[in-house]
């Protein structure tokens, strides 16, 4: 690491870092859950006479900590990634992606940086739109980092400070199929044995994580599941279904 960012300084680039508060929460039932977020609920945490109040400005410090130890303390930083999933666990949901994405541009907006790094912060917040290819990152949240639907639609209200109305503005013009759900016949049995590696089959295809513990249609029974994972095959292939 001192090699990559002794080059690093020496070609005057920036050390990227990505930084998900989120990921912490989900990792360890034991992290305070408010001191992810930049309401200043949470208790503050006191390292080296500086008070935190939230995980982004002590996982920031961390790292510009670390440069000054090592002799790079004049290294600019930017955050490359930063943001909060809608689906996929139970906290990952819009109501906390609206309250974490927006506190988070109050606390750029603010200028005021962090404790160890005053002034204003470069960061990117990433993704516009949900991903559907694989990811490295752990759980079934990881197709749910967008602040936009498939469809081009804002999730949840959220003010970047880019427009007249300080809201997202949503994709125009979007033409939709008819709506269809795939729906299981009730004379189908459960207990067919053909029912299991279908389902496998089509959820390898689609994104099935909304039917995890605590989701979006986590509370579905056995046969919604089923329905629901053929539905979103037919959505894969078939983009702008709204189903």
């Known amino acids: 690491m001192i090699a990559i960012v002794k080059f690093l300084s020496d070609n005057g680039a920036p050390f990227t870092v990505n930084i998900y508060p989120f990921i912490s929460l989900y990792m360890d039932a034991n992290f305070p859950g408010e001191y992810a977020f930049f309401d200043g609920n949470a208790s503050p945490i006191t390292d080296g006479g500086m008070n935190y109040y939230n995980m982004f400005d002590a996982n920031h ?44 541009m109050s606390h750029l907006s603010g200028g005021k940086g962090t404790p160890m790094g005053p002034g204003p912060i470069d960061a990117y917040m990433f993704s516009l739109i949900d991903e559907d290819a694989k990811s490295i990152q752990p ?25 007249n109305s300080n809201a997202l503005v949503p994709a125009k013009n979007v033409q939709y199929l008819e709506k ?10 459960l207990d067919d044995p053909q029912v299991a590696p279908s389902v496998s089959y089509v959820c ?30 037919r959505r894969a292939s078939s983009p702008t279904s709204p189903w």
């Open 61 to 104: 410090d961390t790292l510009v900590w670390a440069l000054q130890k090592n002799g790079f303390g004049n290294l600019p930083t930017i955050v490359g990634e930063i943001r909060w999933p809608t689906d996929g666990d139970v906290n990952a949901n819009p109501t906390y992606a609206q309250r974490f994405n927006q506190g988070f």
């Open 204 to 233: 390898s295809l689609a994104d099935c994580t909304e039917l995890g513990y605590g989701t979006t249609c986590g509370n579905l029974d056995t046969r919604g599941n089923i329905s629901y994972a053929f539905s979103k095959a």
């Open 180 to 189: 269809k759900w795939c729906v299981m016949k009730p004379s189908a049995k």
């Open 139 to 163: 759980g079934n949240f990881k197709r749910h980092w967008g602040i936009f639907a498939y469809d081009g639609s804002p999730k949840y209200p959220l003010n970047l400070g880019t427009t």
